[in-house]
Each structure stands twice: as C-alpha cells, then as structure tokens.
C-alpha cells in the first residue's frame, strides 16, 4: 500500500507562499500519479493540481493556475506544491492522492490518501 503524509501547511497572510510536501512510502512511487486536492469548512474536496508517474505532464485546477506549481522527486519519494500568492480563498485542508495515470481530476479516481495538512491564509 502507498502510504502519504503531507507536510508544510500553516499560516501566511494574503500574497504570502508555502511549499507543500507529500512524502510517500511503501510503494514505488514512481507508478503512480499524484494529485493535491483541497476541502475548505463546508465544501466539497476539490482539485487542485495533479502529475504523471514520469512528472512530464501536469494539470492545474483554473483558480491555482499561475499562482500554484507542482512537482515530483521519484528519488526522494516526494512530491511538492509549490504555492505562491496566496489568497483567502485557497485556505483548506490540503491532502495529496495516489492513483494510476490518467487519473485526473476526480478524487474518486485515487486509490491512497494523506491525512492533509491545514493552509490557512488571512491577514
């Protein structure tokens, strides 16, 4: 089984960046896709960017586009979420996903779940 654990949340204000780890172990995790998705208080868990097995093809939800960057280090069984120009808007809790490529933007796609790391940004 691959197991998660993100890392890196916290605090920032408005306009401020924090990176975000997920560590991964158990499996290879150069199998697997990965995807960040977000659940705010209230609303439904979201997309928020994914990568490919190889780390050559990546996706961003509209709302993160330009501001979030995410990125895979299969030798260090870790991939980040860069995150830049924070708003209000984006704090969540952030949990990073396992699946097979082509899993998309549909959390019911990923098979293996961090526990999620808490963002929140305000001034």
Do not use: H
């Amino acid at each position: 089984q691959l197991q998660l654990v993100e890392s890196g949340g916290g605090w920032v204000q408005p306009g401020g960046s924090l990176r975000l780890s997920c560590a991964a172990s158990g499996l290879a995790l150069d199998s697997y896709a990965i995807g960040w998705f977000r659940q705010a208080p209230g609303q439904e868990r979201e997309f928020v960017a994914g990568i490919n097995w190889r780390g050559t093809n990546t996706d961003y939800a509209d709302s993160v586009k330009g501001r979030f960057t995410i990125s895979r280090d299969n030798n260090k069984n870790t991939i980040y979420l860069q995150m830049s120009s924070l708003k209000p808007e984006d704090t969540a809790v952030y949990s990073c996903a396992g699946g097979f490529d082509g899993s998309g933007d549909s959390p019911t796609n990923y098979l293996y779940w961090g526990q999620g790391t808490q963002v929140t940004v305000s001034a």
